[in-house]
């Protein structure tokens, strides 16, 4: 008990709590990231829902939507087809892989389609 008979457990008074407002917070982290973005960033930010050709080291070609990458050049593709190397006996199809991770270690080269790119409604 306190000396005015009120039960002190760091909850019953309102004085031991500090309020803070989370959405302005977040709001200045957001203002202090954007201020720092890097030309590279940019870059791939513009890249966001682009149809994206990869070619990976054993001759496949991958075709769909960039989702995301990371510090290790992963790059996962969304709605993703993979093609076989090209032979000259036979044309396969292509098989429908979905989402798809692909490890930067195995990157040949990366295609972006410009046309998709500089047309997207959600790239400002």
Request: net charge negative; proline share 6%; hydrophobic share 35%.
């Amino acid at each position: 008990m306190h000396g005015n008979g009120e039960k002190m457990d760091g909850l019953s008074k309102l004085e031991n709590i500090e309020m803070v407002d989370i959405s302005k917070e977040s709001s200045k982290e957001k203002e202090l990231t954007m201020k720092v973005k890097s030309p590279g960033r940019l870059k791939l930010e513009s890249w966001l829902n682009a149809v994206m050709k990869i070619e990976i080291e054993d001759g496949r070609t991958l075709i769909g939507q960039f989702l995301c990458t990371d510090r290790d050049c992963n790059i996962i593709l969304g709605s993703c087809y993979e093609y076989p190397p090209p032979d000259d006996n036979a044309a396969e199809e292509p098989r429908v892989l979905g989402l798809a991770m692909v490890p930067g270690k195995y990157i040949v080269s990366i295609s972006v389609d410009d046309l998709m790119v500089h047309n997207s409604p959600y790239i400002t």
